[in-house]
T-cell receptor, first 113, second 110 residues
């Protein structure tokens, strides 16, 4: 039972344009959501997070939107840069950032120069 | 200065062998984890330790035994390795700000 789903295994975007990565979840008990970025042969690195009491969190070029009624979150990257090319994992937890994380299967983002 | 380091980075071994993966963090975090990423890219938690005490065990076969000699170390020992154990194993640690992952150990059982 996959509680966190990323239905797009890959996404290709032109440099300078917006990248939108999507994530859906099924468990309404999740109260904290995170995005991680992963390069080959490296571990996931934290990118941005959002608590369920918010609907938007912004950090530089990265913005996460949360739609609790739809159980959907998205990561916007504007403008996209070639160095953003990586696998992006969505994750969710109950009870905050340090509890067990449930990950999606990831979306491979390719930013074309 | 690596925050979460795990060794070895690659491990190729035969079925039936016993092997260990080591993990150390220098971040002063109280909680450490082992996650497994299988061939389908699912990243799933296996174990979590807080101050050397096991707090999460996600129905992992008992051939897998984590050991935490102190809060900076969490090792993973695997007995009687099977082909299906082939995966990338990630160690992580966390505090209130979130997780830091190691770079992973790619285990291949042949």
């Amino acid at each position: 039972d996959q509680q966190v789903k990323q239905n797009s295994p890959s996404l290709s975007v032109q440099e300078g344009r917006i990248s939108i990565l999507n994530c859906d979840y099924t468990n309404s008990m999740f109260d904290y959501f995170l995005w991680y970025k992963k390069y080959p042969a490296e571990g996931p690195t934290f990118l941005i997070s959002i608590s369920s009491i918010k609907d938007k969190n912004e950090d530089g070029r990265f913005t996460v939107f949360l739609n609790k009624s739809a159980k959907h979150l998205s990561l916007h990257i504007v403008p996209s840069q070639p160095g953003d090319s990586a696998v992006y994992f969505c994750a969710a937890s109950k009870g905050g950032a340090t509890n067990k994380l449930i990950f999606g299967t990831g979306t491979l983002l390719a930013v074309q120069p | 200065d690596t925050a979460v380091s795990q060794t070895p980075k690659y491990l190729v071994t035969q079925m039936g062998n016993d092997k260990s993966i080591k993990c150390e963090q220098n971040l002063g975090h109280d909680t450490m984890y082992w996650y497994k990423q299988d061939s389908k890219k699912f990243l799933k938690i296996m174990f979590s330790y807080n101050n050397k005490e096991l707090i999460i065990n996600e129905t992992v076969p008992n051939r897998f035994s984590p050991k935490s000699p102190d809060k900076a170390h969490l090792n993973l020992h695997i007995n009687s390795l099977e082909l299906g154990d082939s995966a990338v194993y990630f160690c992580a640690s966390s505090n209130t700000d979130g997780y830091t992952f190691g770079s992973g150990t790619r285990l291949t059982v042949v």
